[in-house]
């Protein structure tokens, strides 16, 4: 399967590192064409992709044609290709802010596959959302849903759901990130390396995640298993909670999601 990249942005080159590094797509398979000539080029030279000349060119080599380029100017991109995706061509879409309404509105019954991935699927890690249009087939769907599996997990998630998924999925990275690098920071408060509070911070952070993916019980049930009667974890909760943790959480998830959809 020969898979064209419409723009070379950190996205894209996040699920391009990711099939690479999971050696689920072939280098040579691999098209890629953005408006920054001297960002794109040096980037496939280094890993092997075909570097092309323009956005027709990559839809005429591709059997996936996927949209990977700012909202503003996706709809013209995709119209700009719209000769060059013919039989069984499909495309993937992971532009925020537009609806599977709006290619049917600018290109007709062409068969799309909108995601929704996160920046870990550069390392294997990821989790992407997935919705198709009528015009996709389910062998079209399946293959897209196998792509995306081999760099994290998927879920087909209804599209009025998208905005809550890239709050929940898509944002929350940053939001991980600064958890613990503030779990870090209490760490060198009383005495350990930034460079040891990080790691011993990630790991928590990395294995409390898999016990929840792993484990049949909810997460509230996973707390009372680490909270003794009368001991420090419990302290830890209500101290946290008392400065407002979970509401300080859920404000943030509010704001993305408004972000998102454009209320803010």
């Given amino acids: 399967m020969k898979i064209g990249f419409l723009g070379a942005g950190n996205m894209g080159r996040a699920i391009i590192d990711g ?29 092997g992709l075909n570097a092309m000349d323009s956005n027709l060119a990559v839809a005429e080599a591709a059997d996936v044609i996927v949209l990977a380029v700012k909202p503003n100017i996706a709809l013209d991109v995709l119209k700009s290709v719209k000769s060059a995706i013919t039989g069984d061509k499909w495309v993937v879409t992971m532009v925020s802010g537009l609806q599977l309404a709006d290619y049917e509105a600018a290109v007709g019954q062409v068969p799309v596959l909108r995601i929704m991935p ?10 992407t959302a ?14 897209g849903q196998k792509l995306f599996d081999a760099i994290g997990q998927t879920s087909e998630i209804a599209e009025k759901d998208f905005s ?11 939001y991980i990130y ?7 920071r209490a760490g060198v408060k ?5 460079a040891a509070a990080d790691k011993i911070a990630a790991q928590a952070t990395l294995g ?14 996973l707390i009372d ?29 509010d704001a993305t999601i408004a972000k998102e959809l454009g209320e803010d």
């Fill in 19 to 47: 099939w690479l590094k999971m050696d689920a797509v072939a280098p040579s398979d691999l098209y890629i064409h953005s408006a920054h000539q001297v960002s794109y080029e040096p980037y496939a030279q280094a890993n």
């Fill in 118 to 127: 996160n920046v870990n699927v550069a390392i294997g890690a990821g989790m």
């Fill in 130 to 143: 997935l919705i198709g249009n009528d015009a996709l087939t389910a062998d079209q769907y399946a293959a």
């Fill in 164 to 174: 809550t998924f890239s709050a929940l999925a898509g944002s929350s990275p940053a």
């Fill in 178 to 184: 600064f958890f613990i690098d503030a779990m870090a």
């Fill in 190 to 194: 009383h005495g350990l390396s930034k």
């Fill in 208 to 221: 409390s995640a898999k016990m929840v993916l792993e484990s049949n019980k909810i997460p509230f049930d």
């Fill in 225 to 253: 298993q680490v909270s003794s009667p009368g001991g420090t974890t419990v302290a830890g909760l209500l101290a946290m909670e008392e400065a407002g943790f979970m509401t300080s959480v859920v404000k943030g998830i």
